[in-house]
């Protein structure tokens, strides 16, 4: 596979979504925090039963999901997430946000957790760690007539840049650490 | 459909997860709690993409789950539960937990969240709610070279029986608040 040839971590060709399993794997192996991906929603319609041999779906359709991607538990508190990746250059368009994604991060952040969104501009190769209540506050600048997308310079106002690094990959939890003084 | 004449709330042939997902959605309406159930795991092999329709899944699955059924956010706490459902009389069997269930029960109660076992002798229509705790112990125990199960008797005598009700149906939340001091 000539696109991994001389590849080093930073750009090895593995989505944001590889990078942040392998950080929680890490996390969870080394006890400092369980956060899991969720499995994506699947609608069952039609499963065989071959004899002497696993159960085979041979029907099946997409569900939308009704929550954000990740979840779990870090130093007592409850955390929620959502990964967001983009090959837009200079913004985020906010139609990326389902509204009851946005919905479940307004009713995370009621319930006292820790609500957040892990975005990548993949041309920049760069991941930004975003409160949920930034990304509220930009969701309603919509609603109320405003621009339909987050510029990059507004990303990186409001955001953290999280550093890349090895085994931890994604290291979120540091900004956790110090947005939240855990 | 003959079995469900004259079915009361009690005995109307609905699953605990049925029960459950109608609870838990009966409090993330009322703002009580934010709790879902995670959806099953698939693997899958074979996708069609039809023109003009949506994607069909033609060949999956099922993956062991990593983790337990249920998790998410009450009273700032972070909530997670396995669903148990048996049709034996008098005891339940350990086996029925997973070797990975029991590491993500001890994992949840490290980082200090709830973590407990809604369990349903369907044969009596009991439900009980059973402290992870103690589920280790009993796990323990057969470890240990004892039970390889917990008889009905100790479910009785360190769980609590929940009664069903309406429109809350399950409300595991109260034994949370009553065990916890919430
Ligand atoms: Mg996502
Ligand atoms: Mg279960």
Not at 12 to 23: H, I, K, V
Not at 68 to 76: H, L, P, V, W
């Amino acid at each position: 596979d000539k696109s991994k040839i001389g590849n080093t971590y930073s750009n090895r060709g593995m989505s944001l979504e590889d990078d942040l399993n392998l950080t929680n794997l890490y996390y969870l192996s080394n006890g400092i925090a369980n956060i899991h991906k969720k499995p994506t929603p699947i609608q069952i319609v039609k499963v065989d039963y071959p004899k002497r041999s696993a159960a085979v779906i041979r029907e099946a359709y997409f569900k939308q999901p009704s929550t954000t991607d990740y979840n779990g538990i870090y130093k007592e508190k409850y955390i929620d997430f959502e990964a967001k990746e983009t090959n837009n250059k200079s913004s985020f368009p906010l139609q990326n946000f389902h509204s009851h994604q946005i919905k479940h991060m307004q009713s995370v952040i009621k319930h006292g957790g820790i609500a957040f969104v892990i975005l990548k501009f993949s041309m920049y190769n760069e991941i930004y760690f975003l409160k949920a209540s930034d990304i509220l506050a930009f969701w309603d600048r919509q609603e109320n007539g405003g621009k339909k997308s987050i510029s990059k310079a507004e990303v990186e106002q409001v955001g953290i840049l999280i550093k890349t690094s090895y085994p931890d990959f994604v290291p979120y939890l540091k900004c956790i650490d110090e947005l939240y003084q855990l």
